[in-house]
């Protein structure tokens, strides 16, 4: 897998379900860029971090029965690149439907070429937004600026309220595997 190399220190406690935070704290995929800019901003993250931390959809799938959504975001759903970016600005999309009928599934976009890829309208906002959109067309024009802001801004994620022992000079880096 190509993408970043990730600071990651150990120190963060997992603890039983009764621990966990309730739901909303994740966002809402079928939502917009105020519901966007809601989740994230209360933990402290701005418009560039946001739009950094939704190339993460770079990799996987979305499952329907966990989701409701299904399907890839890219045609490599299992490397890490700013083909997320890319295709947001350079594929056309459309709502969903399925054999010529709507959709059953919660609302989502599909790219009209190929029928096979992927976005749901969290996603789309990115690109509907005039400040989203600046940070998605640096991306989709430089992955090494993507992999840049990613890295840091998932360490921030990842470390967000942990009362960690170690110092942040103490991390590890997790490294792309070799191609």
């Not at 749901?120 to 690109?127: F, G, K, N, V, Y």
């Not at 990613?150 to 590890?172: A, C, H, Q, W, Y």
């Given at each position: 897998m190509q993408g970043p190399s990730i600071p990651w220190r150990p120190g963060r406690k997992d603890s039983d379900v009764s621990m966990c935070t309730p739901d909303g704290?994740?966002?809402?995929g079928a939502k917009e860029q105020s519901?966007?800019?809601?989740?994230?901003?209360?933990m402290?993250?701005?418009?560039?971090?946001?739009?950094?931390?939704?190339?993460?959809?770079?990799?996987?799938?979305?499952?329907?029965?966990?989701?409701?959504f299904e399907g890839p975001w890219s045609f490599s759903p299992t490397v890490m690149s700013n083909d997320?970016?890319?295709?947001?600005?350079?594929?056309?999309?459309?709502?969903?439907?399925?054999?010529?009928?709507k959709w059953n599934g919660p609302r989502q976009y599909q790219d009209l070429?190929?029928?096979?890829?992927?976005?749901?309208?969290?996603?789309?906002?990115?690109?509907k937004d005039k400040e989203f959109k600046k940070h998605v067309e640096r991306y989709?024009?430089?992955?090494?600026?993507?992999?840049?802001?990613?890295?840091?801004v998932?360490?921030?994620?990842?470390?967000?309220?942990?009362?960690?022992?170690t110092k942040?000079?103490?991390?590890f880096t997790l490294k792309p595997s070799a191609a």
């Amino acid at each position: 897998m190509q993408g970043p190399s990730i600071p990651w220190r150990p120190g963060r406690k997992d603890s039983d379900v009764s621990m966990c935070t309730p739901d909303g704290r994740l966002p809402d995929g079928a939502k917009e860029q105020s519901h966007l800019r809601a989740i994230f901003g209360r933990m402290g993250f701005d418009d560039r971090e946001i739009v950094a931390l939704s190339g993460a959809h770079a990799l996987g799938r979305c499952h329907t029965d966990r989701s409701g959504f299904e399907g890839p975001w890219s045609f490599s759903p299992t490397v890490m690149s700013n083909d997320y970016y890319r295709l947001l600005l350079g594929e056309k999309w459309g709502f969903r439907k399925r054999a010529g009928k709507k959709w059953n599934g919660p609302r989502q976009y599909q790219d009209l070429s190929s029928k096979s890829l992927m976005m749901l309208p969290t996603d789309m906002a990115l690109i509907k937004d005039k400040e989203f959109k600046k940070h998605v067309e640096r991306y989709a024009k430089d992955d090494q600026v993507f992999f840049a802001e990613f890295r840091d801004v998932i360490v921030k994620l990842l470390e967000l309220g942990v009362p960690f022992s170690t110092k942040e000079e103490e991390r590890f880096t997790l490294k792309p595997s070799a191609a």
